[in-house]
């Protein structure tokens, strides 16, 4: 049993000493002290599905014991060294990393976080083609660094800084935009804000596949193909973050912007390659790395050998224990289910998503589509006290986000599905 702190001392102290940006989930936060694979254990006792893996981090599943096995032992041997020395746990790495990705994506950094990789991304994005301007989808989120903060378009992350030269263009959301699912129209509004809105260059284009933060909207089909040709012709590279929806959570592909049949320039990703290992990564062609090389590039804790050989483990897993065919297999039993839900209870507006990357969108009206706000929260606050976590997401919070470690069951798509239908029924 825990005999730790309990909830309410470690929130004074936390009120106390940590930034007053900190924001927790619940109106009593939760006390996590254990984690099991797919489960969460408060300092209670009590346990919980967890159906969003500490924001879509945690991708084998909690201290899953392999990738323990492979940090603790690192641990024992040699922590830090950094890249002045040689290690083989960062070239090891690397090279398996390069080996999952296509085309030629074959040069590697690593990095700490996702705004970090986002941030060494965009610089060599502006070293390579020589230009500023960066182009984003509004309702993305690339990261709150000083930099990143420019390229994530939600105002709740937004503080007023200078941003540099960054486009937000229209979001390509198949639910809410006004085109529907017509990509080209959208794809329209990128050479609009490039014929008019920039010098005519631009330096490159960041997305996710499908967006996290934002509320699971997957982009509409297509989007990607034409706007990759638009910015290239442009000057600029096309980046994907896969920093939620790689590895294997989107089920049908390993990474995200497979789904849309393309191959970028540059992919960065970071959460779900460590398993919760602070571990991020950039992934490049030869041609654009060697931009770099007009001066060093340097990462202190980049690749370290403990998150080196965690990171190597999640792979070997991943691999392993065939993870992302079990996304789609689980993935489409859950949304199958979420979408018979939707016939049955009038407040589901939208069920969208692949795999394990899942939204349900709540509506108080399903034809104005307005937010369900308020109903959102008190389902919210129900699904934890039936033993379910799962994320917010969207603009205006009204998106639950079902993204697990992607070790759930189909009992535990059910068991999801099965409390937020008591819940709403309860409404
Ligand atoms: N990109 C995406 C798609 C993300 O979801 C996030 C984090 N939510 C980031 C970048 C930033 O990652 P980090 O918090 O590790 O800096």
Same mark, same amino acid.
């Given at each position: 049993?825990?005999?730790?702190?309990?909830?309410?001392?470690?929130?004074?102290?936390?009120?106390?000493?940590?930034?007053?940006?900190?924001?927790?989930?619940?109106?009593?936060?939760?006390?996590?002290?254990?984690?099991?694979?797919?489960?969460?254990?408060?300092?209670?006792?009590?346990?919980?599905?967890?159906?969003?893996?500490?924001?879509?981090?945690?991708?084998?599943?909690?201290?899953?014991?392999?990738?323990?096995?492979?940090?603790?032992?690192?641990?024992?041997?040699?922590?830090?060294?950094?890249?002045?020395?040689?290690?083989?746990?960062?070239?090891?790495?690397?090279?398996?990393?390069?080996?999952?990705? +296509? $085309?030629? =994506?074959?040069? !590697? &950094?690593?990095?700490?976080?996702? %705004?970090?990789?986002?941030?060494? /991304?965009?610089?060599?994005?502006?070293?390579?083609?020589?230009?500023?301007?960066?182009?984003?989808?509004?309702?993305?989120?690339?990261?709150?660094?000083?930099?990143?903060?420019?390229?994530?378009?939600?105002?709740?992350?937004?503080?007023?800084?200078?941003?540099?030269?960054?486009?937000?263009?229209?979001?390509?959301?198949?639910?809410?935009?006004?085109?529907?699912?017509?990509?080209?129209?959208?794809?329209?509004?990128?050479?609009?804000?490039?014929?008019?809105?920039?010098?005519?260059?631009?330096?490159?284009?960041?997305?996710?596949?499908?967006?996290?933060?934002?509320?699971?909207?997957?982009?509409? +089909? $297509?989007? =990607?193909?034409? !706007? &990759?040709?638009?910015?290239?012709? %442009?000057?600029?590279?096309?980046? /994907?973050?896969?920093?939620?929806?790689?590895?294997?959570?989107?089920?049908?592909?390993?990474?995200?912007?497979?789904?849309?049949?393309?191959?970028?320039?540059?992919?960065?990703?970071?959460?779900?390659?460590?398993?919760?290992?602070?571990?991020?990564?950039?992934?490049?062609?030869?041609?654009?790395?060697?931009?770099?090389?007009?001066?060093?590039?340097?990462?202190?804790?980049?690749?370290?050998?403990?998150?080196?050989?965690?990171?190597?483990?999640?792979?070997?897993?991943?691999?392993?224990?065939?993870?992302?065919?079990?996304?789609?297999?689980?993935?489409?039993?859950?949304?199958?289910?979420?979408?018979?839900?939707?016939?049955?209870?009038?407040?589901?507006?939208?069920?969208?998503?692949?795999?394990?990357?899942?939204?349900?969108?709540?509506?108080?009206?399903?034809?104005?589509?307005?937010?369900?706000?308020?109903?959102?929260?008190?389902?919210?606050?129900?699904?934890?006290?039936?033993?379910?976590?799962?994320?917010?997401?969207?603009?205006?919070?009204?998106?639950?986000?079902?993204?697990?470690?992607?070790?759930?069951?189909?009992?535990?798509?059910?068991?999801?599905?099965?409390?937020?239908?008591?819940?709403?029924?309860?409404?």
């Amino acid at each position: 049993p825990y005999h730790g702190p309990s909830a309410d001392e470690v929130l004074t102290k936390r009120k106390k000493y940590l930034g007053p940006s900190l924001f927790y989930y619940y109106q009593k936060p939760l006390n996590i002290v254990e984690g099991k694979m797919q489960y969460l254990f408060d300092d209670t006792g009590r346990r919980y599905l967890d159906a969003f893996a500490g924001i879509v981090t945690v991708s084998c599943g909690h201290c899953h014991p392999q990738i323990l096995n492979a940090i603790t032992e690192q641990n024992k041997l040699l922590q830090h060294a950094t890249t002045i020395y040689l290690h083989h746990a960062i070239a090891d790495f690397a090279e398996a990393l390069a080996q999952k990705m +296509p $085309g030629n =994506l074959k040069v !590697v &950094y690593f990095v700490n976080s996702g %705004s970090e990789a986002n941030e060494l /991304a965009m610089m060599m994005a502006r070293l390579y083609t020589g230009n500023l301007g960066m182009i984003s989808l509004r309702n993305a989120y690339h990261g709150g660094s000083s930099s990143t903060i420019g390229l994530t378009a939600l105002n709740t992350w937004k503080y007023p800084i200078p941003e540099g030269e960054i486009h937000h263009v229209m979001n390509p959301d198949p639910y809410r935009g006004i085109f529907g699912p017509d990509a080209k129209s959208y794809a329209k509004d990128v050479q609009d804000h490039i014929d008019y809105g920039t010098s005519g260059r631009v330096a490159g284009f960041i997305a996710e596949t499908i967006q996290g933060v934002g509320g699971a909207v997957e982009l509409a +089909p $297509g989007y =990607l193909n034409l !706007v &990759y040709d638009i910015v290239r012709k %442009s000057g600029g590279v096309c980046i /994907a973050d896969e920093v939620q929806t790689g590895f294997g959570r989107t089920g049908s592909h390993y990474w995200g912007f497979e789904t849309q049949g393309v191959i970028p320039d540059i992919v960065t990703m970071a959460k779900g390659i460590g398993n919760g290992l602070p571990l991020g990564a950039v992934v490049t062609t030869p041609e654009i790395a060697s931009v770099m090389n007009q001066k060093i590039q340097f990462n202190t804790f980049g690749g370290n050998p403990v998150c080196s050989a965690g990171g190597l483990a999640v792979l070997r897993v991943l691999d392993q224990e065939k993870r992302q065919a079990h996304c789609a297999e689980v993935g489409s039993h859950m949304l199958e289910r979420l979408r018979s839900l939707m016939q049955k209870h009038e407040i589901i507006g939208d069920v969208r998503g692949r795999g394990l990357m899942v939204g349900v969108e709540l509506v108080t009206d399903r034809k104005e589509k307005t937010p369900a706000k308020s109903e959102t929260a008190v389902l919210f606050e129900k699904l934890r006290e039936l033993g379910v976590l799962v994320g917010k997401g969207g603009l205006h919070g009204n998106v639950f986000r079902i993204k697990p470690p992607m070790c759930f069951t189909k009992d535990d798509a059910d068991f999801v599905v099965d409390a937020l239908d008591y819940a709403i029924s309860k409404l």
